[in-house]
């Protein structure tokens, strides 16, 4: 409890937006109109309007992924999403069914530069989503990925948390995303829905201004002391009484 508390009042301080200040979403695309079938390019794959893996509203997207190198749907900002700032916002996340009988691998790609090429200016984030499943993606959007650690946190509990890897991007000019297959080995088909942005919570945004303070002073829920190493007899060597 002193922990969460801490948290909230360190998001306070800091000016963190809560859940009340943000707006819950930023749809990008849910595919429900021709129109928005008409917002992104297609590299090596076809897409269709379909009524399968539906998570918002009523139709989803039916993407066939060709047997190439890096399959992709490619958002540019203007046409295939309003607004390059994402500075608000804590995760890319879409919604995925993949149909398959095996596990398929899927990228998105964030760029904050069109000289980009695929390692500097761009993040990139990459999960497994499971045979026969219906997945919750989610991106975390962070100006840079810490040293050592690739996914971070948990943000949102329901969804796949993929692991980032890239060089330091500018969220405020944030120019195109991806979404991709790396090199599949075979044509692969998923469905996608309900592409947005979500806020960081509070607590995520505090705690990644201050996750090596809070792992030196924070107590543990059982409440046995914090995680700072204890220096006793064993490793200052005392003498026996």
């Known amino acids: 409890m002193r922990a969460t508390q801490l948290l909230l009042m360190l998001a306070m301080a800091c000016g963190m937006p809560s859940g ?5 979403r930023l749809l990008i695309n849910s595919f429900e109109t021709s129109a928005d079938l008409l917002r992104f390019a297609r590299n090596n794959c076809s897409v269709s309007s379909s009524t399968d893996g539906v998570t918002d509203r009523q139709k989803s997207a039916l993407v066939v992924f060709s047997n190439a190198d890096w399959p992709s749907l490619y958002f540019k900002a203007g046409t295939g ?11 890319a996340v879409v919604d995925i069914f993949n149909t398959n009988p095996a596990s398929v ?7 904050d530069d069109f000289s980009t090429d695929g390692a500097k200016h761009c993040q990139t984030g990459s999960i497994g989503v499971p045979a026969g499943q219906k997945a919750t993606v989610m991106m975390p959007l962070n100006k840079s990925v810490p040293p050592g650690m690739k996914g971070g946190p948990p943000i949102y509990p329901d969804a796949l948390q993929m692991n980032v890897s890239g060089s330091a991007i500018e969220l405020s000019h944030i120019v195109a995303f991806q979404i991709f297959l790396p090199t599949p080995g075979r044509q692969t088909t998923l469905f996608l829905d309900n592409i947005r942005l979500l806020p960081p919570t509070p607590l ?13 002073f924070l107590p543990l829920p059982h ?17 026996a009484t």
């Open 223 to 239: 409440g046995h002391g914090s995680l700072r190493p204890i220096f006793g007899c064993r490793t200052k060597g005392c003498g």
């Open 204 to 216: 995520v945004a505090a705690g990644q201004l201050f996750m090596q303070h809070f792992l030196n």
């Open 105 to 111: 691998t899927v990228d998105i790609r964030v760029d």
């Open 20 to 24: 009340a200040q943000v707006t819950n």
């Open 81 to 91: 999403f309003t607004g390059g700032d994402w500075r608000a916002w804590g995760a």
